[in-house]
Every structure is written in C-alpha cells, then in structure tokens.
C-alpha cells in the first residue's frame, strides 16, 4: 500500500500565502486524484479541493491545488491568510485497487 | 441536501463486535458513480479510511484492516452498515460515513461522525 506524507505542521502570518505538501510514495500523482479536507476541531473533515486542482463553489479562490509530477506531490496553497484558516488539513487519494488513503495531517497555525 | 448520519453503540468491550449504520438523506446509493465510504479518527490522530461500498455493490477495504470489516447497504433504507469485529482499545475512535464519488474517490459531504470507546 501507498502512503501519503505531509509535514506535521506549518505556520504562517495573516495575509501570508501557505503552501502544504503531500508526497506520494509510490505510482505517480498524476495517476490517481487528490483532495483536499480541512477539519476544524471537533468538526467533520469538510472538501477545499478535489480532483487536484478543484475548488468547491463555496470554498474561497484563496484555496488552490496542484499537482507535481517531479516530486510525485500535491500541494495545498492557501493565500491571503485569516485567522479562521487555522486548522488541520488532510490530503486524499487511492490506487489502481481502489484502496484509499489519507495523509497524515498537517495543522495549520495563523499567527 | 445530503445529510449523512452514524449511529451505533458508544461503548464496546474488548473482544466484541461493533456494528455502526450510516442512514442518508439526499442521494441514492443506486446513482452510477455512487458510494459511502467510513472513516475513522482515533482521538487527537490522523483520518483512517476503512471501507467503501459503491452502487455496485462492490466492496473495499483497508488492508490493514479486512480481515475485521465487513460492508454492507439496504437501498430501500438508506442505509450503510460496517461491522468490525475483534474490538481492541486502540480502536477507540470517532467514526465517520461519508459520501463518495467513485473514481476520483472523494468524499463529500460527511456524516458528524460517532465517538465508539472500546473499554471493559
């Protein structure tokens, strides 16, 4: 089975851009989608991207994904930082058996 | 609106089966393209994903843990059950259902999950 790496934690100021990793281990990124969830304490994982690069309507434009397939990742860019972004961000994605995995998480403080 | 809801005990004794159902609202799980899938979250820890049915009624399941998981769906009820047997301690956690798009596998929305304590 795959694994899904990100950094435990990241930080960044208000009006700052962030940027969360999640390196795949094995087949390529590009293969298999990935999405994105931010969960706020004691809440369920709500989407910010799927499908790579796809943003819920309801999600801000501050929220990007993308793919890189040089460092087989995906990357969460958030921009224009507040304080309600603080949160833990998880990405998503599965193999050719349909076995899904998540990443280890990352939490996201503003400060 | 989808709305998805767990339900199920919110202790267990070591040893014993758990059994969770998910009842949803605003989809079918006939829909081509469909599944429900459950996650888990152990207290403080990452998401663990456990298993998926989809419209098909094609099963899948964690490696890890498909030897203990068993999925299932009533249409007619809008329902998912999961049962996982064999409960440990280091199965304590809030368990999710959520609906999935098959294919790109995402998950949207999710139920507000359900804390199980495995404790004798």
């Known amino acids: 089975n795959f694994m899904l790496t990100q950094p435990h934690s990241v930080s960044e100021s208000p009006g700052k851009t962030v940027t969360i990793s999640c390196t795949r281990s094995s087949d390529s990124i590009a293969t298999y989608y990935v999405q994105w969830y931010q969960q706020r304490p004691g809440s369920a994982p709500t989407t910010v991207i799927y499908k790579d690069t796809q943003r819920p309507s309801e999600v801000p434009s501050r929220f990007s994904g993308s793919i890189d397939s040089s460092s087989n990742s995906a990357s969460l860019t958030i921009s224009g930082l507040k304080t309600e972004d603080e949160a833990d961000y998880y990405c998503q994605s599965y193999d050719r058996n349909n076995h899904v995995v998540f990443g280890g998480g990352t939490k996201l403080t503003v400060l | 609106q989808v709305t998805l809801r767990e339900s199920g005990p919110a202790v267990v004794k070591p040893t014993q089966t758990l059994t969770l159902t998910c009842t949803f609202s605003g989809f079918s799980l006939t829909t081509s393209r469909t599944c429900v899938s459950w996650i888990r979250q152990p207290p403080g820890r990452a998401l663990e994903w456990l298993a998926l049915?989809?419209?098909?009624?094609?099963?899948y399941y964690s490696p890890s843990l498909k030897t203990r998981l068993t999925i299932s769906k009533d249409t007619s009820k809008n329902q998912v059950v999961l049962t996982m047997t064999n409960m440990d301690p280091v199965d304590t956690a809030t368990y999710f259902c959520?609906?999935?798009?098959?294919?790109?596998?995402?998950?949207?929305?999710w139920g507000q999950g359900t804390l199980v304590t495995v404790s004798s």
């Open positions: 049915i989809d419209w098909d009624d094609d099963k």
């Open positions: 959520a609906r999935g798009s098959s294919g790109p596998n995402w998950f949207d929305p």
